[in-house]
């Protein structure tokens, strides 16, 4: 007996793209681990609490319900922490300096970006690893601008030819602010360093208060020094950037072996108490103030204390984060894509692919330190960052998963290619799919071997090099109004070339 078909569907078959995809489905840790360690986390700050808060954050903490222990530790009641957890902002909303270029962090929404503060460039003309400069920082950071699959931009690497530290923050911030309209995110070497920034950004976006209304930076601000213990001059950033209305990252980086414990369950542990203890004094400050938490747990390779971040134990701890993160409904930033090969090699390919892959699987709002980074986050290469863009748009591609739309299955069509040419090429859903369904390298090859051998045979490497030729020939990012710049590069000690 004939089955009777499903209706015709209509012709225009559209996937659902209209936002970033939602990680989640990789779950590393099952529920009774992930309650576990949730409920450990909760019994580290209700037991342990955190050492070397200052004065004020002290007295900020205790009249908020904290208790102090003899020994001057600063505990958090279980239910403290979730009445704050309770307040807090579950969605942060971060414009771009061009506001529609914005990201909304939270629920799961996979963002990926770059990080990681290197202190050596690896200089494709020479390939030679040399100290970083604030035109390096421009020159990745401008290839962020040009790259699809990266959402936003924090300072990648840091500007060693500058010396002072309010002129390396200004300038990082200029920097960044000007070579890309997409969001940015900065670090601050002291408090007082907030403020002219702020008004920098004000001045850019053309009047007093402008940036409190668009925010598109936030401060990167690592509150804790693991293990449990408050970094001072950074929880008096926190205070700043509450104050003037700048979105925050709180970071807490523990090393597995060495600044948290070896096993990565205790590892896990730790450092969501750490990252919920930033979190509670930034709801202490104010009550739903925009805060991400960046929970990094870095890993140790125990046969040498150094950090490794392209390995396995990386992967899914810090996959393991954002489910933590996000089990509880916090806006989260884990840390992958941190190999620790030298050069884009086969090493760094799959180094970044399975650490970035679990990262975004496992529900990650936000990945930090994921492109351009070589060597351990010790250096940066534009070079990778545009190689790594390509495998970013593929991963994201497998965080959609398989999508289900109005004509995805269509038995008329179906019937029609197998009675009619007998292929799908020309049909009118595989032409309206091809670049909704699909997405495509822009430097990965898909020749056959012999029409590679003929083309000339390039790398990935040649030809990430001509792809970041391409972008430096193109003209530059001009959303900051010339104005704008020009009285900025007047009142400022700007050292960017202009």
């Known amino acids: 007996m004939r089955r009777t078909r499903t209706k015709r569907a209509a012709k225009s078959a559209t996937p659902q793209m209209t936002l970033p995809p939602v990680g989640g489905r990789f779950m590393p840790l099952d529920d009774s681990k992930l309650t576990h360690i949730t409920d450990t986390a909760f019994d580290i ?8 808060a200052p004065d004020d954050i002290r007295t900020l903490a205790r009249e908020n319900g904290a208790t102090e222990r003899d020994d001057g530790r600063i505990t958090f009641p279980r239910a403290l922490v979730e009445d704050m957890i309770a307040k807090a902002c579950k969605r942060v909303e971060l414009p771009g300096y061009v506001r529609d270029r914005g990201i909304e962090v939270g629920g799961g929404r996979v963002h990926i970006g770059t990080g990681g503060a290197a202190v050596q460039i690896l200089d494709a003309a020479t390939n030679a690893f040399r100290d970083s400069t604030l035109q390096d920082l421009y020159g990745l950071m401008r290839i962020v601008d040009a790259s699809d699959s990266i959402h936003y931009s924090l300072r990648p690497v840091v500007a060693r030819d500058l010396e002072d530290p309010l002129t390396l923050d200004i300038n990082t911030a200029f920097t960044a602010m000007k070579a890309t309209s997409k969001p940015i995110g900065t670090s601050f070497f002291e408090p007082a360093n907030v403020t002219p920034v702020i008004e920098m950004f004000d001045e850019a976006l053309g009047e007093e208060g402008a940036f409190r209304k668009q925010p598109f930076c936030f401060a990167s601000v690592c509150h804790v020094v693991p293990p449990l213990t408050l970094a001072e001059e950074a929880c008096g950033v926190m205070q700043e950037c509450v104050r003037l209305g700048m979105p925050l990252q709180i970071c807490s980086a523990a090393q597995a ?6 096993s990565l369950a205790g590892a896990l542990a730790q450092g969501l108490a750490e990252s919920l203890a930033g979190l509670v004094l930034v709801n202490m400050m104010q009550p739903g103030f925009p805060c991400i938490l960046a929970f990094l747990p870095f890993i140790s390779d125990l046969r040498t204390g150094a ?24 806006p989260s930033t884990v840390s992958a894509g941190m190999t620790d090969a030298k050069t884009a090699d086969a090493q760094s390919g799959y180094e970044k692919g399975y650490t970035i892959a679990l990262a975004a699987q496992g529900g990650a709002d936000m990945i930090n330190l994921s492109v351009g980074m070589l060597g351990s986050i010790m250096a940066a290469s534009k ?7 390509d495998m970013c748009g593929a991963i994201l591609r497998t965080v959609r998963g398989v999508e289900m739309f109005e004509g995805s299955i269509d038995l008329d069509m179906i019937e029609e290619v197998v009675t009619g040419e007998g292929h799908y090429l020309g049909t009118a859903q595989t032409l309206d799919l091809m670049t909704k369904e699909y997405v495509y390298p822009a430097i990965g090859d898909r020749q056959s071997v012999n029409d590679w051998l003929e083309s000339g045979a390039q790398t990935v490497w040649d030809r990430a090099i001509a792809r970041v030729a391409e972008i430096e020939a193109q003209p530059a990012p001009s959303h900051l109004p010339a104005e704008a710049e020009a009285a900025l590069r007047a009142r400022l000690p700007i050292h960017l070339k202009d």
């Not at 390995?311 to 489910?323: F, K, L, M, P």
Request: no cysteine; net charge negative; aromatic share 0%.
């Open 307 to 330: 950090m490794t971040g392209g390995s396995g134990e990386a992967a899914v701890a810090n996959a393991a984060a954002a489910q933590l993160l996000l089990n509880l409904g916090l």
């Open 45 to 52: 700050l209700d037991r342990i609490g955190v050492s070397g």
């Open 257 to 262: 072996g060495a600044t948290s414990p070896a």
């Open 383 to 389: 070079e990778a960052l545009v190689i790594d863009n």
